[in-house]
């Protein structure tokens, strides 16, 4: 499958990918409307990792394994049959947030607004290239399949 | 500390409507002109820093940004105008020589602007370069008095010896930027720029990184006053050798980069410590004349050599004597090249446009009946393919571009190379600031102008309706000057538009 690699020597650390991801998962998708009208605001479902001039952008890994869904008590965290990505059912998710816990790279945040849904990166499903790939300015991720 | 005369050079103007606080333009400043405040959860700017790269406008995803000249202006004074009195301000205020970048922004005319090209369109028709064959290929080199063959049973064979020659699929280089004044990943992109194109780039003074020396098909290396990174090796990988005279944005002086700038890296390639201020002294201590040339090219000469010089007024007999001393090319820059560091006054006040030096220096080898045993490669300020045709019509082989190569590359001109805060990675060894420069993305756009402009070239030469880069070469009969005194025409060797033969 075609997964978002990073290529950490060209990250800039300007976070224009998290911007971009916390518009795509608003309710308007609106750049503008996201951050100044829509309350709670909308989480960016990737972080972004900095020490020092070493900067990343790191999303779910959608691992082959993955322990989240393994862990997942009620069977929210699930494997896309078409895509194979790892995506939360947000109807089933009750926030017991066992896959925050067993996440070996730490992307899936707790949403503390609703405290039920974990919010991780799901690939921009619809989307031909994730915004936060289509929008790096340097290049530094890339979604491809190797 | 007292108060600062000078005045911001640059308005920050920040939309409200549109800025959303997500503080990229506070990361991505490495003036500080973007700060955030977090009691206010708004962001403030702090103009006075400001040095209008435009980093800022160009990475807001609001476009909330506009970034403008401070319109605040002095008394209207012809003499005194803004420009000088700032200068006094800010040199009353450091006591010390007035620095810049990049090549000479005074508003002196530009014969590249007063040249038109010609177009063929009955007796001698035009050609369709998308349809036809249109060759750009250059060989630079000496060239044979003549050639001397002899007959085989199938066909002939070259009895003369031929000089090396580099060969060129464009007519353009890139000229000389060292590794030290430009980023790592500045150099990588130019390298491979110039492999995936078939032309050369040029190291500058600062030696060779080992990680290029798989480029050295395409590398001249240079070898200048201070002697940085020259060693057998390095002389050995290079395709040709540079020694260089001059600069046209520096004439007369040598080159200075910082000790901050002399990185680890640095260090190893420039064979000096960490830390230390890398200074060029302005002459070669063992060139003090021709004949002094003379011994260091046949010593470089194991390998192929050819010398640069800064246009000077003086140029076409100093070139004639680098030619008669044993080089094959001769690179001459003008007063608008650049460079990552300059007084300004000797970058703004010394040298000559160049292309009166071209014109200078081709008529003059001509006349002495040398200009075969060399070939001219121009540089200094060339800002697109028809500047390339003029001089190339006046009588240039080839032409050296930087300026142009960097702003594809992302250069927005703000002529601050020399404090190393390069905010688009190139001119900077900083390494939260280097990694800007992805340089996968930079030689895409270096490949990409050179490509559209030997596009646009083949055009030109179509329309003048040649079909051969060889056949433009000093066929000043293709130029005709607008607005020119008589003895500017006459030193470009062209005629006045609307002259006829």
């Known amino acids: 499958m075609k997964r978002i690699y990073i290529h950490e020597e060209y990250c800039i650390g300007c976070r224009l990918c998290e911007i971009h991801c916390l518009v795509h998962h608003s309710e308007s998708k609106k750049i503008v409307k996201a951050f100044k009208e829509e309350f709670p605001r909308a989480m960016s479902r990737l972080v972004v990792e900095e020490q020092g001039y070493l900067s990343f952008a790191l999303q779910c890994r959608h691992c082959e394994e993955a322990p989240c869904v393994e862990a997942c008590i009620t069977g929210a965290m699930h494997r896309d049959p078409e895509t194979n990505a790892i995506l939360c059912d947000q109807e089933k998710c009750v926030g017991c947030w066992m896959c925050v816990m067993v996440c070996p790279f730490g992307v899936i945040k707790r949403d503390m607004e609703i405290k039920q849904v974990a919010s991780k990166c799901d690939l921009c499903q619809g989307e031909e290239v994730p915004v936060c790939v289509r929008n790096c300015p340097n290049e530094a991720i890339t979604f491809e399949e190797r | ?501």
């Open chain 2, 1 to 501: 500390m007292s108060l600062s005369l000078y005045p911001s050079e640059f308005r920050i103007e920040r939309d409200p409507e549109r800025c959303i606080v997500c503080q990229v333009c506070v990361r991505q400043c490495a003036n500080d002109c973007h700060v955030y405040d977090e009691d206010d959860d708004c962001i403030v700017s702090n103009e006075r820093n400001c040095v209008g790269c435009h980093r800022c406008a160009t990475l807001c995803p609001t476009n909330a940004i506009t970034i403008t000249q401070n319109p605040s202006d002095f008394k209207t004074n012809a003499n005194w105008t803004a420009r000088v009195i700032k200068d006094i301000y800010k040199q009353a205020e450091s006591g010390g020589v007035l620095l810049t970048g990049m090549g000479c922004d005074r508003q002196l005319p530009s014969y590249f602007d007063r040249m038109l090209l010609n177009a063929s369109q009955v007796t001698n028709p035009s050609i369709d370069p998308l349809r036809e064959p249109m060759e750009l290929r250059t060989h630079l080199g000496s060239k044979p008095e003549r050639v001397d063959f002899k007959r085989t049973g199938e066909g002939f064979d070259l009895t003369t010896e031929l000089s090396p020659q580099l060969v060129i699929d464009t007519p353009i280089l890139f000229s000389a930027m060292s590794y030290g004044s430009i980023s790592y990943n500045a150099c990588l992109a130019l390298a491979t720029a110039a492999q995936t194109v078939g032309t050369f780039y040029n190291t500058g003074e600062g030696g060779l990184h080992k990680d290029f020396y798989p480029y050295g098909e395409n590398t001249i290396a240079q070898v200048a006053s201070g002697r940085f990174g020259v060693h057998a090796e390095y002389l050995d990988v290079a395709a040709a050798i540079e020694i260089k005279i001059g600069q046209g944005a520096k004439p007369g002086i040598g080159g200075h980069l910082p000790g901050e700038k002399v990185s680890e890296e640095i260090s190893q390639t420039r064979m000096i410590p960490v830390g230390t201020d890398a200074i060029s002294p302005a002459p070669h201590h063992d060139i003090y004349s021709i004949e002094d040339l003379r011994q260091l090219i046949f010593a470089l000469k194991e390998a192929t050599g050819y010398r640069k010089i800064a246009a000077v007024h003086n140029v076409a007999p100093i070139a004639s004597g680098i030619i008669r001393a044993g080089a094959d090319i001769v690179a001459i820059d003008g007063l608008r090249g650049g460079t990552g560091a300059a007084p300004t006054m000797i970058r703004d006040h010394v040298g000559i446009p160049i292309e009166l030096a071209i014109a200078a220096v081709d008529r003059r080898l001509r006349e002495e009946g040398i200009r075969h045993r060399a070939s001219i490669i121009a540089g200094g300020g060339f800002r697109n393919s028809a500047d390339i045709v003029k001089a190339i019509a006046l009588g240039a082989d080839a032409v050296y571009i930087a300026t142009a190569a960097l702003v594809a590359m992302g250069c927005h001109l703000c002529q601050k190379c020399y404090t190393g805060k390069c905010n688009w990675g190139i001119a900077t060894q900083d390494p939260y600031l280097t990694k800007r420069l992805n340089p996968n993305i930079a030689q895409r756009r270096l490949v990409n102008l050179l490509h559209g402009w030997s596009l646009e070239i083949k055009e030109m030469l179509g329309g003048m309706g040649i079909n051969a880069i060889e056949s433009l070469r000093g066929n000043r009969e293709h130029l005709r000057g607008v607005g020119m005194t008589q003895n500017e025409l006459d030193i470009l060797g062209i005629k006045s538009a609307g002259e006829a033969w």
